[in-house]
């Protein structure tokens, strides 16, 4: 991966890399295919949306316990676990596609397993390697890497082949995860340093406890955004569908076009993890962590009011600091945590961000439904906004933090 890691620190890091890839691919396949898949099924959009409500609240509610196991069990046996499980669920939710009921079902055991991840790989990153900054940033890129494919794989295997046989695919990629892990060592605890012994004697449950309501509001305002993109940009993109295909002749429906954008989207958001990487190596974690949320205020507010390539540019800057903030935010946990529970901390972020930013879900439906579609993004401006207000307290509350100790 880069010179500053040794083998044994690149061999973890190859194997997470690709879980952090697969557990947000499993995450935003449901979306790009959201209005087919409400059109197969005879229901509104709002309707199909609450189908994966559970997929959402598991991947995140599940994080704790699961981040618990990982500090006892281990990281490995835990991604083993996931790899499997997601898999299985996979298949089942392809064989139950035109079954709303066990298909909501199949979706939620995707993201339960799915939630093992986060806790487990990020706490594994945390612990045994020393650059924890840089190699967050590598990691990150993977995540939005599992972001950017998971429309674009999406889109074209529907377009080609049917929900059916997309679900298959996922399967597919889940247990390619176990052919990874069995071909790289099983290190054993203690071989490499342990993290968690050289947190700094400030380390205190205050700090990390402001963070985690700072992370909770960053995931109402990630979650809303990834299950609301793709559709937002096949309603409000139809001008931008209609030029590219009269330049370049048939380039599909109008929803593979919106899959690309927003793989193209979460593309961007790579080179965002690796700019915010490298931000959190240089400057104070706290003021990358404002500066990065504070720009993706008004570019939220933006979208809600554009379309077409408007749109696509500000969803662009929207996604590079929303998602390069991740780097510096999973650095500033291993920075604030007590000492010794690092998979169990980003099980607490992650039941946080991932399952309370599940009822995003929900403010969605409401806020669509109160005001339309374009408020959404208005709505993600304003949790934006008191999130960063957050952050000024946790400022305020702490003395610099640097990502090496």
């Known amino acids: 991966m880069n010179d500053s890691f040794t083998p044994a620190e690149r061999s973890i890091l190859a194997v997470s890399c690709y879980g952090h890839f697969i557990s947000h691919f499993n995450m935003l396949v449901f979306p790009a295919v959201l209005l087919p898949l409400a059109a197969q099924l005879h229901l509104t959009m709002t309707e199909t949306l609450n189908l994966s409500f559970f997929m959402y609240f598991l991947f995140g509610v599940s994080a704790f316990p699961w981040g618990f196991a990982a500090d006892r069990l281990g990281a490995r046996t835990l991604l083993i676990v996931f790899y499997i499980g997601a898999g299985i669920c996979a298949i089942i939710t392809a064989l139950n596609v035109e079954n709303p009921l066990l298909f909501s079902i199949s979706l939620a ?23 924890t900054s840089r190699a967050m940033a590598f990691n990150g890129i993977f995540g939005n890497l599992g972001l950017a494919m998971a429309p674009l794989v999406a889109g074209f295997v529907y377009y080609y082949s049917g929900i059916r046989v997309l ?37 205190s449950w205050t700090p990390f406890l402001i963070l985690l309501l700072a992370m909770t509001l960053g995931g109402i305002a990630y979650r809303g955004t990834s299950v609301t993109l793709p559709a937002y940009f096949e309603l409000k993109s139809s001008g931008l569908f209609n030029t590219l295909s009269g330049v370049i002749g048939d380039i599909g429906s109008a929803n593979l076009t919106a899959t690309i954008l927003t793989s193209i989207i979460y593309v961007v958001g790579m080179g965002g993890q690796y700019f915010g990487g490298r931000i959190g ?11 990065f949320h504070a720009i993706t205020i008004p570019a939220a507010i933006g979208m809600s009011l554009s379309t077409d390539m408007s749109l696509f540019w500000l969803a662009m800057i929207h996604s590079f600091f929303l998602l390069g903030m991740q780097p510096i935010e999973n650095t500033l946990v291993a920075r604030l945590t007590p000492p010794r529970l690092l998979s169990s901390a980003y099980g607490m972020k992650f039941i946080l961000t991932f399952g309370v930013g599940a009822l995003s879900v929900k403010f969605i439906e409401f806020v669509k439904t109160e005001w339309g579609i374009e408020s959404i993004f208005m709505f993600i401006g304003l949790v934006s906004t008191f999130l960063c207000c957050v952050v000024v307290f946790l400022i305020k509350k702490t003395q610099p933090i640097k990502a090496e100790t």
């Open 167 to 203: 679900y298959f695919v996922v399967a597919v990629m889940n247990f390619f995860g176990l052919f990874l892990i069995f071909l790289t060592r099983n290190h054993k605890r203690g071989e490499l340093e342990i993290r968690g012994q050289n947190q700094p004697s400030s380390a």
């Open 109 to 131: 055991g995707i993201g339960l397993f799915s939630g093992i991840y986060h806790p487990a790989g990020l706490g594994w990153i945390a612990k045994e390697i020393k650059n």
């Open 281 to 291: 190596e240089k400057y104070d974690l706290r003021i990358s962590y404002l500066v």
